[in-house]
């Protein structure tokens, strides 16, 4: 089975521009979870779905942060306009939940440079 | 939210020793996992342990749910057991992380 897929892998942009990561979950899979990752904060959770509605956002930095998930098999986090602080690898991450946590499983993450 | 420590922060070990990986945290638990982020930044499921032990080759893990703690042993070390090591525990709805051990093995 297909795991966690992630585009793009790399990412580099300049400042100002508008970057969109991508995310399928595991098939079947109905929690889905984006980290960052950086060297300073560790893996910090941004924000995660449960059946594509969004749970808990609270870790999105700021507005210029946004999340969707139209449907079951797809995620996109983006980010208007970009900054250089924002440099980090993201990391998709998904699970089935049934009434308790299944195993979390992630991506291979996509590493973002903001020049 | 809980908090999820991990000791130690960095291990420097020969090729063939064995470790000890400890995580601790703060409050009753779900669910608790362990992955290895390998020298290319890929993190790799380990164990799905939320108690009792398991076994995976050179690997095993425990977590002692009622005393709040897991940890992860590593026999008979290879170089290509280098990279960080991570535990993360789920109550509520999320995953809380520890900050990781970083593990150095030398041929």
């Known amino acids: 089975d297909a795991g966690v897929i992630q585009s793009p892998r790399h990412e580099v942009t300049e400042m100002g521009q508008e970057v969109t990561l991508r995310c399928k979950p595991i098939s079947g899979h109905n929690s889905l979870f984006w980290y960052r990752q950086t060297m300073m904060r560790g893996l910090e959770l941004l924000i995660y779905?449960?059946?594509?509605?969004?749970?808990?956002d609270s870790g999105m930095p700021e507005d210029r942060f946004s999340a969707k998930m139209p449907n079951a098999s797809f995620s996109t986090l983006k980010i208007q306009p970009s900054e250089p602080r924002d440099s980090a690898v993201y990391f998709c991450?998904?699970?089935?939940?049934?009434?308790?946590?299944?195993?979390?499983?992630f991506g291979e993450g996509s590493r973002l440079t903001v020049l | 939210g809980i908090q999820v420590e991990q000791s130690p922060p960095d291990l420097i070990l020969q090729e063939g020793a064995n470790s000890t990986l400890r995580c601790n945290f703060s409050d009753s638990v779900n669910n608790l996992q362990w992955f290895h982020q390998n020298p290319w930044g890929q993190l790799i499921n380990l164990f799905y342990?939320?108690?009792g032990t398991k076994q995976n080759g050179r690997l095993s893990a425990t977590t002692v749910a009622t005393e709040r703690y897991s940890l992860l042993y590593i026999s008979s070390s290879q170089t290509t057991d280098s990279g960080v090591y991570f535990c993360?525990?789920?109550?509520?709805?999320?995953?809380?992380f520890g900050t990781g051990t970083s593990l150095t093995v030398i041929p």
């Open positions: 779905f449960n059946n594509n509605v969004p749970i808990d």
């Open positions: 993360a525990a789920h109550t509520g709805n999320q995953f809380y």
């Open positions: 991450a998904s699970s089935f939940y049934t009434g308790g946590p299944g195993e979390l499983f």
């Open positions: 342990i939320p108690s």
